[in-house]
């Protein structure tokens, strides 16, 4: 199992809708894949169709303070090869109680290390905060890979070179020597303004070797889709957005050198 944050301290970034998607996109394509929500607002989870309120104490927050098991908070949902750990408001208080833990930045390391061995999934994905704070930090200590998704806004390039250096950091520690980038995904692109084509070149610039090539458009639907408690599969399957989600999967798979299964009828 590889551990995979979605991860960008901006908010509005597209990084929930990445993490749905990207993750029913990969189920679709025969990958095991757990989903777990560390952001305490609960959107994967509800955009997922769980509701957050009946998932109080589902979350992982018992786990991280020692008093549940992973495997015990994992739900299976309708769609296959895709399970979730739903998030939960009172998940907000934790970063208070793990920031008085010695080592504190370890403790999702270990819980996910474990979960490696027992080769139940394939991925899993972390679906992190818009910030900072414990649970971000702790969830790129975790990580075997750091995917962020990034707007076509100018404003976007100033939070990438802010999330570059977080990992960094993170890496410079000896928290996690071998953190690393696993690609860098446009999001709310536009290609009728010369602005998402500016943005998409300035990166493609800087960071060629991280930049995806699928990118994700700006769409209602892709923003309709979650207050139905759908992904973009099941509500638009021939949109745009679902294209690319699907084309970005298989392009994520082959940069793990994984074949891309059919997906299934």
Partial sequence: MKVIAIANQKGGVGKTTTAVNLSSALARRGQRILL?????QANA???LGVDPEKAENGSIYSVLLGNSTLESKIQETPRP??????SEMNLAGVEIELARMEDHLL????ILRQAKKRRK???CILDTPPSLGVLMTSALSAADEVLVPLQCEWFGLEGLSKILHVIDQVRD?????RLKIEGILMTMYDGRTNLSRKVVQEVKNYFPEWLYRSVIPRTIRLGEAPSHGKTIFEWDPHGTGSESYDAAAKEFLRRHKVRPAPVAA
Avoid: A
């Fill in 81 to 86: 090869n895709l399970s979730i750990i739903p």
């Fill in 45 to 47: 989870t509800s955009g």
């Fill in 173 to 177: 520690s000896g928290v996690n020597p």
């Fill in 107 to 110: 403790i999702l390391q270990g």
């Fill in 121 to 123: 999934f394939d991925f």
């Fill in 36 to 40: 777990v929500d560390l952001d305490p």
